[in-house]
């Protein structure tokens, strides 16, 4: 066990995969693994995974039922969230969070565009639903280690503030 995972508690976490050819066995799930991979770095416990083809209302109901049944704290997607027609993660993740966090998708794609121009045409959504975080990443594994990248190190404080724990210390003289 790791000092990190000594220090601090495991948090639950999921991650969903919106690919045609993923959930159909045709291509390995190279951008989840990276996905779960980095989170349990950083002292998550990933309890739920899947892979989905890219249907809206399959993939709201996934992180619908995800969030609703408690067990997880943050929800991560990977793929789906460029401009192709059947990109519809962004979608189906605004029908399911109750209030966005833009400007977590704003460094994200911030992030992006110091690699590629493309980042621009990215359409990754942040927001909460109850007390779940679900961040959209791009489907490749390079794109999420960027995304996780700018999200790890403000992730624990935004599930503290989604738990309520809103008291913010004081330095004093």
């Given amino acids: 066990m790791s000092a990190l995972t000594q220090a601090t ?19 390995k799930d190279t951008s989840g693994d990276t996905v779960q991979a980095l989170l349990e770095e950083a002292g998550f416990h990933v309890i739920m995974r899947a892979a989905l083809p890219d249907e809206r209302d399959s993939l709201a109901h996934w992180m619908k039922q995800c969030a609703d049944d408690g067990l997880v704290r ?7 969230t460029g ?18 966090l ?13 690699h590629t121009p493309f980042a621009m045409i990215s359409r990754q959504i942040a ?9 959209n990443l791009p489907g490749s594994p390079k794109a999420v ?7 790890l190190p403000v992730l624990r404080h935004t599930l503290d503030l989604i738990a309520g724990h809103t008291q913010h210390e004081t330095g004093g003289a």
């Fill in 74 to 80: 943050l929800l991560v997607t990977t793929g789906g």
């Fill in 102 to 114: 833009p400007g977590i998708a704003e460094a994200m794609r911030l992030e992006g565009l110091k």
């Fill in 145 to 151: 280690k960027e995304g996780m990248t700018v999200i």
């Fill in 9 to 27: 508690p495991l948090i639950p976490a999921a991650v969903l995969t919106a690919s045609d050819a993923v959930s159909r066995g045709l291509r």
């Fill in 127 to 135: 927001g909460v639903r109850g007390q779940t975080l679900i961040v």
């Fill in 83 to 100: 401009v192709g027609p059947r990109d519809v993660t962004p979608e189906a993740t605004l029908a399911v969070v109750e209030r966005t």
